[in-house]
């Protein structure tokens, strides 16, 4: 579903054209006859229109798009998270939710009542609450969903110090103490592994951190300022570079602990399950009321594949290595109309993942 085989169609396109116009040739240099034995003209040569290439920024209007298949990544419609491989689950109560994930068939929801505090809500398949953990304030699970990370000590906590969490399909459920630390957030789990941004409690500049669960031990990097780590855990974009329009974006080997490329145009967001790509917005990013932009960055080389336009963007989800996700709103302010919308990148062309409706709309991971 890539570009990848675009050239391959042209190719065929040609040796078309080029074996139609040889037997134009050849049926010239014959001079076929009339039936009255006069000569006839020379056959012409068709021609092949040049093939039409997608559009690089292309803009979606929801309401008149098709309807396709439903997300394949859970989300939040009013009260009820859907999507993924479990069925629909409504959360209870009337506290707003900042995050949902699936582990299974376990729904996780992030509430935050306030500016101060947060708790993770845990359902099972029927929707009944089986468990309620305060403090928590970030979220993330791996793109198998076979794991889970959580953790307390960020953004709504103002102290030192946070646990983070990790828990598993197969039941096991450990913790790291992350006592000398503020602004802790959980950015990636993939297999036992979680990637973590936090600070020193004396310190200004986040970095990532990398706990093995398993050993129970926590490794230091050098990226600064992290936002995303890549579901293999390969690559890490992290805001290291300030300049006068904010800062620049930068994506690393982890590896090998070398910048692979940076850019200044666009301040990254997240990556596809494989790699083929990187969200981005702009430098300036984080209206409440979400983007007019959003575009797609090829992981290796940060060359813009695809920009989509719209009235309000608040947030995109990599479905795959050719789908985008978007939260879809058809005005930029509080009351508004949303839809989830997928997009494919090899062809920028969008339909409708779930109807339009006034119901908060809130993509998980």
């Known amino acids: 579903m890539s570009n990848r085989n675009r050239p391959l169609v042209i190719a065929v396109a040609a040796v078309a054209v080029v074996a ?37 920024k292309v803009v979606i209007d929801a309401a008149k798009l098709p309807t396709g298949r439903s997300p394949q990544v859970p989300y939040l419609r009013g009260r009820t998270v859907q999507g993924g491989i479990s069925s629909a689950v409504k959360v209870p109560g009337s506290v707003p939710v900042e995050a949902v994930a699936r582990l299974w ?11 101060n505090s947060s708790s993770l809500v845990v359902l099972d398949e029927a929707g009944k609450v ?5 403090g928590i304030d970030s979220l993330v699970t791996s793109s198998n969903g076979n794991a889970a990370a959580y953790a307390t000590g960020g953004r709504y906590t103002g102290r030192d110090g946070g646990t983070v969490h990790f828990r598993s399909t197969d039941g096991k459920d450990v913790t790291l103490d992350h006592a000398r630390a503020r602004d802790i957030e959980v950015l990636a789990v993939v297999d036992r592994t979680v990637y973590i941004s936090s600070r020193p409690e004396d310190g200004e500049t986040p970095s990532l951190h990398i706990w093995h669960s398993d050993a129970n031990l926590a490794e230091d990097t050098k990226v600064a300022r992290p936002v995303a780590v ?7 974009a992290g805001l290291p570079v300030f300049t006068d329009s904010g800062l620049c ?22 990556f596809s399950p ?8 702009p430098p300036n990013a ?3 009321y979400g983007e007019s932009t959003a575009s797609v960055l090829d992981a290796k080389t940060g060359k813009v594949v695809r920009t989509w336009q719209a009235e309000s963007l608040r947030n995109a989800v990599p479905e795959d290595d050719d789908h985008v996700l978007f939260e879809w709103h058809d005005q930029a302010g509080p009351k508004s109309r949303s839809a989830v919308v997928r997009c494919t990148v090899s ?15 809130l993509l998980g991971s």
């Not at 890549?230 to 890490?236: F, N, V, Y």
């Open 286 to 288: 984080g209206s409440p």
């Open 130 to 134: 089986v468990q309620r953990l305060p």
């Open 230 to 236: 890549s579901p293999d855990g390969t690559l890490a």
């Open 249 to 270: 974006s930068v994506v690393t080997d982890l590896s090998k602990s070398r910048q692979q490329w940076r850019t200044c145009q666009y301040r990254l967001d997240s």
């Open 274 to 281: 494989g790699n083929a790509f990187v969200i981005g917005y």
């Open 20 to 56: 139609v116009a040889g037997g134009g040739m050849l049926a010239a240099a014959r001079g076929p006859e009339s039936q009255t034995g006069a000569a006839a003209a020379p056959l012409s040569v068709p021609t092949t229109p040049p093939a039409t290439l997608p559009a690089t």
């Open 105 to 115: 068939d376990t729904t996780l929801a992030m509430e935050v009542p306030n500016a």
């Open 347 to 361: 062809t920028g062309q969008c339909e409708l993942a779930s109807p339009l409706s006034p119901e908060p709309l």
